[in-house]
């Protein structure tokens, strides 16, 4: 990962690719943070007849020569999850796990993003909740953690923060928690039951968008985006499923290219 870039795009799916080849061929320098091809709606696909040019493929099909058109287009490709792009002056820090890089414009194709937190999760994001146990997992050294989510990176996660000395309690199911506290988060309940901890990390695949980028806004399941793909706030994008209905190829990849053309026209109407 270099330390500036262009422009970030969140999402290596369609809309994402999308997006990189066109900026790629406006000039710019270009890196896409995204989680692995399976988290993908595309990848589940199975049989997808209505893309323009590719008769019948399936999703996982389509996601490989996506993937491999990307590491060959000139992108830098970082594997992971985007955790939070924060306003710096005229650019943006972008937090990838405990990395960080800069940009001009920031265009988020991260797929449909469900908006649902669960009850606390916002309230105490920062205060005892944690979305990255690489950043924060020192703090709670020696102490009581929870960490819920079910997946390999949750998995990895609970192993570092043993490795390090707190005491592990795994959440794996998929139930509904709740996570509550005082000025800090320091109880999970699921199942009626009550569990003391000193932090709980949520890992999911996906961070809310609007926990993604500050003030971003959001109505009826999407995004909020004009004709260019520009979100409330100037030079954020977004493009695909992450801005809405319809959920479909052809959408996402022509949001992509708008999206793309826009950040390009920002970045220079900027300089
Ligand atoms: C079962 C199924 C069948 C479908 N069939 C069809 C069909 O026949 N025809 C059709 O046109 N469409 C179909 N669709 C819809 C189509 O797959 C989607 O519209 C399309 O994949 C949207 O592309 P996207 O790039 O917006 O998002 P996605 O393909 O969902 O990709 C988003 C990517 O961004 C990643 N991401 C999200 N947040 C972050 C983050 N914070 N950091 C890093 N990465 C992140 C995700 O993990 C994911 O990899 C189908 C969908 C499903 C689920």
Redesign the pocket.
Known sequence: MREKYDVVI???????VSAALTCINRGKSVGV?????E?????????????PGIPAAT?KEISEILSSQLLSSGADVIS????SVMPIGKSFGVAVGSDFCNCSAVII?????REKLYPGEGEYLGRGVSYCATCDGMLYRGKTVAVIGSGEEAAQDADFLESIGCSVLRMTKAARYEIRGGLKADTVVVGGEEHKVDGIFVIK???SVTK?VQGLAYSDGGIVTDRKMQTNVPGVFA????TGKP??????AGE?NVAALSACEYIDNNK
Not at 33 to 37: E, G, H, V, Y
Not at 80 to 83: H, K, N, P, S, Y
Not at 239 to 242: M, Q
């Open positions: 969140i999402g290596g799916s369609i809309a994402g943070i995204t989680n692995s091809a988290t993908s709606s595309l990848y589940k696909a199975e049989k997808i007849t209505n893309y999703g992971g999850r985007a955790l194709a991260a797929g449909i993003t695949d996906t961070v993604l493009a695909g499923d992450c959920y479909q190829l052809a959408k996402a992509g």
